[in-house]
C-alpha cells in the first residue's frame, strides 16, 4: 500500500477508534508495547502535549497491535538521560529538545533553534521536501535511533531586567541562553548561563541573572518570568523555531512491520501540527494578556542596528560551528541551500503580506 493511500486510510477509518477496543486476534498475533520517556515534567505547559498526541494516535491507530506507554521526566531516567536510554534500549521511544543533545555531535546544533534561522514552517517544508529528514535521519542514526519531528515551541522572545538598545549593552549581562545564540552574544561581552529554570526567578530578583529565553509567551507566563523581568524583547532572532524531536530506538523500529512503521511516522506528522498550532494559538491568547493587564512589562522590539549586529555575529558562529564535522557540514549546507530557496518566497509572500495587512491597522 502506497504511504499516501495508508495514512489517508488511519486518518479516516483507524484514529477516532477506541484504544480500548483491542482484538483478540491483535493480541494473539504479537502485539508490541512500547515504553517512551519524555524530558518534561508531567503536565508541562503545552511541551507535554506531543507525547501524549503520539502515543493516542499510535494506540489507537493500530488498533492495539503496538501499544506505547509514556512516562514523564524522571520516571525511568533523569530527563536528560533519555536520550542515552533509548539508544542503549532501556526505552523504545523518547521525546525531547534537539538542544538537549548539542554535547554529543555538532550536527546537533543545526536542529537546534539556529540565531537567524528558519521559520517553523520553513523548518518544516525543508524536513519534508528539502532533503532535510534524509541528513538528520544520518545523525540520529550514528546513536541507533530514528528520528522523527514531533512538535514546535515557533518563535521565541527574550526576557531582560533593563533596555537593550544597541549590542553594547550586553557587556557583561548574565543571560540564560544556550547553543549558538549564546555564543553570538558573547561576542558582544555577555556572559551565557547555563542554570536550572527553577532557579531563575530568583536569580533576575537578585540580580544575579540578567536575561533569559525560555519558550514563548504561554509557558513564560506559566513559569512567572512576567513577576521578575521587565522588558520582553521581539522579534525572537535566537531562536526563530524550536523543533521537539521523537526518536525511536533502531532495533525496535526495525521490528515493526511497514504498516506500523507508517503508523508511528503518521502520529508524528500530527504531533508535530497539532503541538505547533497551539503553540501559536496560547502564545497570542498569552502575549495579548500580558501587554493588557500586565503595566510593569514593555513589551518591546530590538531596534535594527542591534539586530544587524547580532546577525553579523550569528553567521559568524555558525560558520565556525559546522566546520571540522563532515556530517555537521552537509546539515548546515543543506539547510543553507533550502534558505536560499524558501527564504525569498517567505519574504514576498509572509512578510510581505504582513506589511500590507498592518496598513489596515
Not at 550536527?107 to 514552517?121: D, I, V
Not at 541528513?135 to 530514528?146: H, P, Q, R, S, T
Not at 503541538?275 to 494559538?281: G, K, M, P, R
Request: with cysteine; glycine share 10%.
Amino acid at each position: 500500500m502506497k504511504r499516501r493511500e495508508f495514512l489517508g486510510y488511519t486518518g479516516a477509518g483507524l484514529v477516532g477508534a477506541s484504544a480500548s477496543v483491542i482484538s483478540a486476534p491483535a493480541i494473539a498475533s504479537g502485539a508490541k508495547q512500547w515504553r517512551m520517556q519524555s524530558t518534561w515534567a508531567r503536565n508541562s505547559p503545552l511541551l507535554s502535549t506531543g507525547p501524549q498526541l503520539v502515543a493516542d494516535y499510535i494506540n489507537k491507530a493500530s488498533n492495539g497491535r503496538l501499544t506505547v506507554r509514556v512516562f514523564n521526566a524522571g520516571d525511568v531516567v533523569g530527563p536528560l538521560e533519555v536520550f542515552d536510554a533509548v539508544s542503549d534500549g532501556t526505552l523504545d521511544m523518547g521525546h525531547g529538545y534537539p538542544a538537549y543533545w548539542g554535547g554529543k555531535h555538532p550536527g546537533f546544533q543545526f536542529l537546534a533553534p539556529l540565531p537567524f534561522g528558519m521559520t517553523s514552517q520553513e523548518q518544516n517544508a525543508w524536513f519534508q521536501w528539502g532533503g532535510g529528514q534524509e541528513v538528520i535521519d544520518e545523525l540520529y542514526a550514528e546513536f541507533g535511533l530514528k528520528f522523527f519531528p514531533s512538535g514546535n515551541t515557533s518563535v521565541q522572545g527574550t526576557w531582560f531586567n533593563r533596555e537593550i538598545n544597541s549590542s553594547s549593552d550586553l557587556q557583561g549581562l548574565r543571560v540564560r541562553i544556550g547553543g549558538l545564540a549564546g555564543r553570538a552574544i558573547q561576542t558582544f561581552g555577555a556572559v551565557p548561563v547555563q542554570m536550572a529554570l527553577g532557579e531563575v526567578p530568583q536569580a533576575l530578583e537578585n540580580g544575579t541573572l540578567d536575561g533569559l529565553d525560555f519558550v514563548g509567551p504561554f509557558n513564560d507566563m506559566a513559569f512567572g518570568l512576567h513577576r521578575v523581568a521587565s522588558h520582553y524583547y521581539w522579534p525572537g532572532w535566537l531562536e526563530p523555531n524550536g523543533v521537539l524531536d521523537c526518536f525511536v530506538n533502531e532495533r525496535s523500529w526495525n521490528e515493526l512491520d511497514d504498516d506500523l512503521k507508517e503508523i508511528v511516522r503518521g502520529a508524528n506528522i500530527y504531533a508535530n501540527q497539532m503541538v505547533l498550532s497551539e503553540f501559536v494559538a496560547k502564545n497570542a491568547m498569552a502575549l495579548k494578556d500580558l501587554r493588557e493587564n500586565h503595566p510593569n512589562v514593555t513589551v518591546a522590539s530590538f531596534n535594527n542596528d542591534f539586530l544587524r549586529d547580532m546577525y553579523k555575529a550569528s553567521m559568524q558562529v555558525v560558520s565556525e560551528a559546522a566546520a571540522g564535522n563532515a556530517l555537521a557540514t552537509r546539515i548546515n549546507n543543506s539547510i543553507n541551500e533550502f534558505t536560499s530557496v524558501v527564504r525569498p518566497y517567505s519574504e514576498i509572500t509572509e512578510r510581505d503580506f504582513m506589511a500590507a495587512r498592518s496598513l489596515g491597522v
